[in-house]
Every structure is written in structure tokens, then in C-alpha cells.
């Protein structure tokens, strides 16, 4: 379930957290998982994440997703970058908590031909009620999974490249990556992005993030026979296909769009 937007956190402040990335070059549409484990011995009163990427990132606590979907929004990255802030105070607990990210990294000219430099970074301020604080930031402590299951360096959906075509390997998914416990000992330690020291100017977002308003069942168009179906939403949308079949290991299932049934 998404948390909403705390709006109350919505200000400038003082960042001490890093721009973190995999190490190694940096191609077209790459993706990157980030996690990172805190020992809190309290539970928290208050807790705000201020969290940004580039281009876009979706963040868990406790395996639960709070952040909402191609967010942070387009911005020419180096005039100033948008960040989001959640109140997540509720998802911490004492003891063992697990705070992860995806991430993805556009480049290829893409994002309206402005590629920008790939990073992630996060802050999190924590209140307690006995009036102590903490403070958890994004950092080279930091572990990172370069190999995840989306290929790297895909192309582009569309001419404007904002998007990139997906293809996913359910096989190279880590179960259970997203809570306490996971053993990430193969996991390689994160660098500083090539964003750090570039100065990069943050400004909170203050428009709506995306969401998911509707789920549609399309009906059958066209062509239907044994691997090949045609589809029609009823509308043009933006959104994802969600599919479910049986789990036939190294089958491929592959999926275009079209705004035109022709």
C-alpha cells in the first residue's frame, strides 16, 4: 500500500546523504537494487524519507512499496532535480529494518534527450517520543545488485526515448531481498554515483506522483490463435499489462503496444 505524501515535510533542509550507483560503466537503461538494514532500539515517534533518483526509483521499508510510480517527475536534471518525501513512520519498528530501492537509469539520450548521470540517494530523519533523534542516510555502506532480473542496456520504446523496453528474467528475481534477514553477502558495496559533486540542486516535488486509478481488462481484437493474441484496452492509457501464466520454466512471453489496432 502507498503512503501518502507527507506535506508537512516539504521544505528545503540540509542534505548529508550521498548520490550512490553501482560501480563499473554506466550504459542505456539500467537498472539497480539498493538495500540497506538499521537497528533501531526504539520504535520511532516520527520518521520522514526524502528520497530522489535518476531518473526514477520505487522504494520499500519492511518489504511494504511506498513510494508511488515514475517518480521522481522529468526534469532537466542539471537545473534541478525533483525529490519526494514520505512519512514512514509507521513501517519502522525496533529492532531489524530494511530500507530498499530500485532504480533506473534512463541515459541513451533518453528523458527528452537530456541523459543526465545515474544515481540514487535517500535521507531519513527519525524522531523518537523520549525527544532523541536519528538520522539514516544513503552512503557506500550501502550493498547494491547489479545483475538484476531487467536487462540492461535495452532500447527504446518510442522515438521521444522516455522508456525502455523491459526484459525480465523472473529466474535472476532475489526472494525476500526486500525484508530484514536477507543475506546480501554477494552483493557488491555501492560507490558514489558520478552525481556526487556536480552540485545538482534538489527541490521537493509538488506535483502528484503517479498512481494506478484503474485496472482495465482488454478484450480480444484481431488475431487469436496459439502464440500470437491481439488486445484492445478500449482507450489509449499509460500504464503496465499484468499478466498471469503458469510457471513454464525459460518460457518468453513478449508484449507490444500500439495506439492503433492497424
Known amino acids: 500500500m502507498m503512503k501518502p505524501i507527507d506535506e508537512s515535510c516539504r521544505c528545503d533542509f540540509e542534505w548529508k546523504a550521498q548520490w550512490i550507483w553501482k560501480s563499473g560503466k554506466t550504459g542505456r537503461n539500467e537498472f539497480a537494487y539498493f538495500r540497506k538494514e538499521y537497528n533501531l532500539v526504539k520504535k520511532p515517534a516520527h520518521a520522514l524519507a526524502y528520497v530522489s533518483a535518476h531518473n526514477h526509483f520505487e522504494l520499500f521499508i519492511n518489504g511494504e512499496k511506498v513510494s508511488g510510480y515514475v517518480v521522481p517527475a522529468h526534469t532537466h536534471p542539471e537545473k534541478s532535480k525533483y525529490y519526494l518525501c514520505?512519512?514512514?513512520?509507521?513501517?519502522?519498528?525496533?529492532?531489524?529494518?530494511?530500507?530498499?530501492?530500485?532504480?533506473?537509469?534512463?541515459?541513451?539520450?533518453?528523458?527528452?534527450?537530456?541523459?543526465?548521470?545515474?544515481?540514487?540517494?535517500?535521507?531519513?530523519?527519525?524522531?523518537?517520543?523520549?525527544?532523541?533523534?536519528?538520522?539514516?542516510?544513503?552512503?557506500?555502506?550501502?550493498?547494491?545488485?547489479?545483475?538484476?532480473?531487467?536487462?540492461?542496456?535495452?532500447?527504446?520504446?518510442?522515438?521521444?526515448?522516455?522508456?525502455?523496453?523491459?526484459?525480465?528474467?523472473?529466474?535472476?528475481?532475489?526472494?525476500?531481498?526486500?525484508?530484514?534477514?536477507?543475506?546480501?553477502?554477494?552483493?557488491?558495496?555501492?560507490?558514489?554515483?558520478?552525481?556526487?559533486?556536480?552540485?545538482?540542486?534538489?527541490?521537493?516535488?509538488?506535483?502528484?506522483?503517479?498512481?494506478?486509478?484503474?485496472?482495465?481488462?482488454?478484450?480480444?481484437?484481431?488475431?487469436?490463435?496459439?502464440?500470437?493474441?491481439?488486445?484492445?484496452?478500449?482507450?489509449?492509457?499509460?500504464?503496465w499489462p499484468r499478466v498471469e501464466l503458469p510457471g513454464i520454466r525459460d518460457v518468453q512471453v513478449r508484449m507490444r503496444y500500439s495506439e492503433d489496432m492497424q
Open 86 to 239: 514520505y512519512d514512514i513512520g509507521d513501517l519502522l519498528r525496533c529492532g531489524m529494518n530494511a530500507v530498499c530501492a530500485s532504480a533506473h537509469y534512463i541515459g541513451g539520450g533518453g528523458q527528452n534527450y537530456v541523459d543526465g548521470l545515474p544515481g540514487f540517494i535517500l535521507q531519513c530523519s527519525i524522531a523518537y517520543d523520549d525527544n532523541t533523534e536519528d538520522t539514516f542516510i544513503t552512503d557506500e555502506t550501502w550493498k547494491v545488485l547489479g545483475d538484476t532480473p531487467f536487462k540492461n542496456g535495452t532500447e527504446f520504446q518510442q522515438n521521444r526515448r522516455i522508456s525502455a523496453v523491459e526484459d525480465y528474467d523472473a529466474r535472476k528475481q532475489r526472494e525476500g531481498w526486500l525484508f530484514s534477514g536477507f543475506d546480501d553477502s554477494l552483493w557488491q558495496q555501492a560507490g558514489k554515483s558520478p552525481i556526487h559533486g556536480k552540485g545538482w540542486i534538489l527541490k521537493p516535488q509538488r506535483i502528484p506522483e503517479g498512481k494506478i486509478y484503474e485496472i482495465i481488462t482488454p478484450e480480444a481484437a484481431g488475431i487469436q490463435k496459439n502464440g500470437l493474441q491481439v488486445f484492445d484496452a478500449g482507450e489509449i492509457i499509460t500504464g
